[in-house]
């Protein structure tokens, strides 16, 4: 691809093409639906999204060479004996299936303290490989936020020439292949030479053998009496619940092996339940399989982990959520009623026949016009179990009143039945301490779609502005924001784009302002910053002193053009 790196021929400087731009886009080489896919002292470069052969069923690359930033990788390759620069920290945006296999390769990280191959965490396989860098002080982990059911193996890997484990840090998501019979899937040696056995992991059903090998293993298989051919990569667990109830129900657990490129395979299997989790959890068998069976008998739900493994050296494991017994809702013994202090910080106080137990209530503000609740608009809500006790008033609450509703709840119940505790009075003025300043994390914010322009309120809607009608897509009212845990690249929590074209829009009441300033911390959920999935029209406006009725303002845009 030579949109933005050119091409030299050293060897025939007629072919020589300079590159088209000076800005940098996306290669994509070659985007396939084909099989048996197999290329041999390539050099496949262009960095960003070069994706080689990605989508291929079957990919061998022998002697190759690749530059590599975000999601570069073929996720279903075979590689051997290539060498790779990897200039930003996850190659791969996932593998498939039984993953990717790196064998006698060479990795070249540059400029990076960290070095992660994938970003959603999924299988590979490093044997025989070699990692270089200017530190031998370089972290080398498998994803940077690894699920406890990720499980990946190595065999014999350095950094500048010394031995290393990956993800070092948390030893429990790599599988070392030492003395192990499953490595004879990746290399054996037979005739005083070491083999990279391709042919058994790309073989499949039809006995493709790319490197013509087949007689080779089977000599080795039947003078060396092992199984090189048909042995097992890849051991996964699956649960038939992400969370279940003691006493209540039992989580149904499947257990599968496949050979290289998702081929069953039988293999027995070895259950493991370290002591820690075994207060929350045991296995059941019978005649309808393996079952979880919860025995949590503690006050909040655990994360409980079972582990499988199997002779030949295959590692699994599967979390599950362990609720203790679900107990009645509990009851108010003081019914909900509002106080408020002279700074307007309002509170809903009551009390429940909970003793002992955490509250974990429900509770949803809204503003109402008048005594009796009606017309009433969420303004804030509570979220994980948090009870949003407070809600301090803004100049947009003056006139209203402030009604909070709570659902009872405690840390081993369901919710109750509901009740509703309203203001005695309206906002007031004197009551507002910062009538000119709006501040929020939108913890507590009410995402629901809201599609109304009301002087005092946020609009959540969605809109597709009419400078993408070249892009198909269209917006859904179901799909605006929500409030979540990061995805990729961001850490925490806040509030998250949950369709194209959502929209959020804040509409004060009547007045004259001017100097407004906006400070807002954002946190991409594309590692590199670039904030969008792909370069297919999307951006983001910020809008400052925006008028939602003419749809006038200043506007900060920020999009991606490669």
Not at 487 to 495: E, H, I, K, P, R
């Amino acid at each position: 691809n030579y949109c933005n790196v050119d091409l030299v021929y050293p060897l025939d400087e007629s072919k020589n093409r300079a590159k088209r731009m000076t800005a940098i886009t996306q290669a994509q080489l070659v985007i396939c639906q084909s099989d048996k896919v197999f290329a041999k002292n390539c050099s496949f470069i262009s960095r960003v999204n070069s994706c080689p052969f990605v989508g291929a069923k079957r990919a061998v690359f022998v002697d190759c060479h690749f530059e590599c930033t975000d999601d570069a990788l073929c996720g279903h390759g075979i590689y051997l004996g290539c060498d790779l620069d990897f200039y930003s920290s996850k190659p791969f945006w996932s593998t498939h299936g039984t993953g990717a296999a790196f064998m006698d390769c060479d990795f070249n990280i540059i400029s990076q303290k960290e070095q992660f191959l994938t970003k959603v965490g999924s299988p590979v396989a490093l044997i025989d490989c070699r990692f270089t860098h200017p530190s031998d002080d370089l972290i080398l982990e498998w994803t940077k936020y690894p699920k406890p059911s990720l499980r990946c193996y190595q065999y014999n890997l350095t950094l500048n020439g010394k031995p290393v484990l990956f993800h070092a840090g948390k030893p429990e998501h790599t599988v070392q292949l030492e003395g192990k019979e499953a490595l004879n899937a990746y290399r054996f040696e037979y005739e005083g030479k070491t083999h990279y056995n391709v042919y058994a992991l790309a073989r499949r059903h039809d006995d493709w053998d790319p490197l013509n090998q087949k007689g080779l293993v089977k000599a080795a298989e039947k003078a060396l009496n092992e199984n090189f051919d048909n042995q097992a990569t890849m051991l996964r667990l699956r649960s038939s619940a992400n969370s279940i109830e003691s006493g209540r129900e039992k989580a149904k657990i499947a257990v599968e092996a496949f050979r290289f490129y998702d081929i069953p395979v039988q293999e027995e299997v070895i259950w493991n339940i370290e002591p820690k989790y075994r207060h929350l959890g045991r296995l059941v068998k019978n005649q309808e399989g393996v079952f979880v069976e919860g025995i949590n008998q503690g006050e909040k739900a655990e994360l409980f982990l079972l582990q499988a493994s199997t002779k030949s050296g295959l590692q699994a494991a599967v979390q599950i959520e362990i609720k203790p017994k679900t107990l009645p809702a509990p009851t108010f013994s003081t019914t909900p009623y509002i106080s408020v202090d002279s700074k307007g910080n309002f509170k809903v106080n009551y009390q429940l026949h909970n003793p002992g137990r955490a509250d974990q209530s429900a509770i949803t503000w809204y503003r109402c016009s008048d005594a009796q609740g009606n017309n009433a608009i969420p303004v804030a809500v509570s979220r994980f179990d948090q009870p949003e006790y407070s809600y301090t008033a803004g100049k947009d609450d003056i006139g209203y009143y402030l009604m909070a509703e709570v659902s009872p709840k405690n840390i081993r119940s369901e919710y109750g039945a509901s009740q509703k505790a309203i203001s005695k009075a309206a906002v007031t003025a004197n009551q507002i301490s910062k009538p000119y300043a709006i501040s929020t994390d939108f913890r507590t914010f009410p995402c629901q779609y809201q599609g109304e322009i009301k002087e005092g309120f946020w609009t959540v809607d969605t809109y597709k502005p009419a400078d993408t009608h070249e892009y198909n897509w269209a917006t859904q009212t179901s799909k605006t924001w929500y409030y979540g845990s990061s995805q990729d690249g961001a850490v925490g929590y806040g509030l998250l784009q949950d369709g194209k074209g959502a929209r959020l829009l804040y509409t004060p009441v009547a007045g004259n302002y001017q100097d407004m300033s906006i400070a807002l911390w954002v946190d991409p959920c594309k590692t590199a910053g670039h904030g969008f999935g792909s370069a297919t029209g999307p951006y983001k406006d910020i809008f400052n002193t925006y008028d939602t009725k003419t749809l006038s303002c200043f506007c900060l845009r920020i999009i991606r053009t490669t």
